[in-house]
């Protein structure tokens, strides 16, 4: 499936990640085309993770071709797909607790090259803020919808707002392609709503890559979506067509998703 201006954000061409004698990722073939919502979903140990760590750079491939944004990035550092505005949440929690919601997205809007700004954040905040870049702050937080919450302690938020917050990370410095890797994962059903909601109405220009084990919520929020098994890519199809395919209910919790 290609956007209405068919500009391609990632092309896979045979991607592989062994780990020792075992095939995490087996020859994966896919484009994401702009502004696409792509779901990618399969059992535990499908090689899910794995297959957002190639594409990161967090991981090399043991084989095959990565490009992003048009460009070949198999063996181009993380910092410079970041740079090119590729993004990604983790399953662990990546918050400095001590700080307020707007001070975590102020460092997020600070970003990479100022990284190093990070490890003395005591520094950097009691020094003027720079307005710009606090107002730029403050939108993330009404995207992710915790504008209310911006001088909280981020230790106070809930486990459903710390979530929130952790996406807000991934939107800040204008990011082109957003990867999720399991964005629902412990949440209650009221905060799992909260955080589908917020998914839902993301920048549409922004390309989201999704990661759900939860195939529910990645048929809801996907366009297209794409079910890897033991490393491989076994379907591929709207939602309509992956829910009815008897192939995917079988290898996927053992045929109860509907339930
Ligand atoms: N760093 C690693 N070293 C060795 N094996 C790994 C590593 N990371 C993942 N694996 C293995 O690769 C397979 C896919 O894992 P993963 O990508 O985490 O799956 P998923 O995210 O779909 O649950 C699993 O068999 C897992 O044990
Ligand atoms: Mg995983």
Redesign the pocket.
Known sequence: MKAADGRQVLHLQNVSKR?GG?Y?VRDINLDVAHGERLGLI?P????????FNVITGDLRGTEGKISLFGQDVTKTAVRKRVARGLRRTYQKSSLFDSLTVGENLYLGVLGPQEGYLKRHYNIVLKAEKDGRRMDQAKEIATMVRLEKKFDWSSGLLSHGERRQLEIGLAMTLEPRLVMFDEPVSGLSPDERKMVVDMLESLPPDITLLL?EHDMHVALKVSQRVVV?HEGRIIREGTPAQISADAEVQRVYLGGTFNG
């Open positions: 780990f075992l995490a399969g535990n140990g499908a090689g899910k993770t794995t297959l990661i890897l």
